[in-house]
DNA sequence: TTATATTGTTTTGTAACATAACATTCTCGA
DNA sequence: TCGAGAATGTTATGTTACAAAACAATATAA
């Protein structure tokens, strides 16, 4: 439990030290925020190019992946589980319903609930996604210089949101 | 969690890993770009509660920063700096002129274009502002695990971005 | 000069995201 | 068992971020 303003900030490529004793108007790259930010928008930038030819968003494409992955889970299940307010996970369900690629089925457990599959042209759909997911997947990983690096990343983005697991 | 590439995949030379056998259907764990996401939004999350009082925006707050350390930049400039279309530019220090933070002089060497200052009060409101953003960003540090975390997560975005710093 | 490019701006459209209200169905304590 | 309240999916609505097109004023270049 190191005291965060104990040490010093190392600057972190070419970027002034602050000596003054208020805090430092902040350079822009030390804002973890503003890294963060540009970077999702780099990584989702090309995930969209990559996309494109299948006509899938990110959020179209973590719900079949869940889909395939964990099927029968309900409809709020998987909106709560990947941050969607199940209002607005209404009309990208229908998408992908009236698409053909997943199904809403009736529970008899609970009449009010419906359990998502994929479809068998879904599942095909699945196939071809990973596949083109796999090669931005590596495109990032070429770019973070490797595969080792690629963990070290997912370890540190994993702290950030620890306790909010959900 | 890392199902699908084992500890050992190195594909990352460019030869594909899986070009023949179909790729797995990812986890959500293994995605770049869904962590980055949901981290980017839980730090904007705190960003955002940690400035309700001064009410700022992370894109407000940003302006201001580049600004503070860069006074005199044109207006375009400080847009393509920060990755935001000049059309959209507009309303952003339009609310920050309106609240007396920052103003657009007219640059007499091209009168077309709009330098850009911090006024008296915005110098003031920076000040407050840094230290905000100081606990802030002290915040994420202590969930990274100290100034050490920090940079090395700084350092993996910068490769992500490396070829569209502007 | 004339043609072309840049700067700031307005307008407009789209997509993401949140909130409130509702009908249906379930749960559970009195 | 009933009835109050919660959960589920849905509709409707508003807000915000972001992108694209067009424009006037000015600068630059041929």
């Known amino acids: 439990m190191n005291t965060q303003t104990g040490e010093k900030t190392k600057p972190v490529s070419g970027v002034k030290p602050n000596a003054s004793q208020g805090a430092a108007v902040p350079a822009l790259g030390d804002i973890i925020?503003?890294?963060?930010?540009?970077?999702?928008l780099m990584?989702?930038?090309?995930?969209?190019?990559?996309?494109?030819?299948?006509?899938?968003?990110?959020?179209?494409?973590?719900?079949?992946?869940v889909i395939a992955t964990q099927p029968g889970l309900k409809q709020s299940e998987i909106a709560s589980m990947l941050g969607i307010k199940r209002a607005n996970f209404?009309?990208?369900?229908?998408?992908l319903e009236r698409?053909?690629?997943?199904?809403?089925?009736?529970a008899d457990s609970d009449r009010r609930s419906h359990s998502l599959h994929l479809t068998p042209e879904g599942a095909r759909f699945v196939k071809k996604m990973s596949a083109v997911w796999q090669s931005h997947e590596d495109r990032l990983i070429t770019r973070l210089g490797g595969t080792e690096e690629r963990d070290r990343l997912i370890t540190l983005l994993d702290r950030l949101l620890d306790d909010e697991e959900g």
Chains 1, 2 share one sequence.
């Open 33 to 40: 925020g503003y890294k963060l930010r540009r970077a999702q």
């Open 43 to 65: 990584v989702f930038q090309d995930f969209i190019e990559s996309f494109s030819r299948l006509k899938l968003r990110p959020a179209e494409f973590s719900v079949l992946a």
């Open 90 to 95: 209404v009309a990208l369900m229908d998408g």
């Open 99 to 106: 698409r053909g690629l997943a199904e809403r089925r009736k």
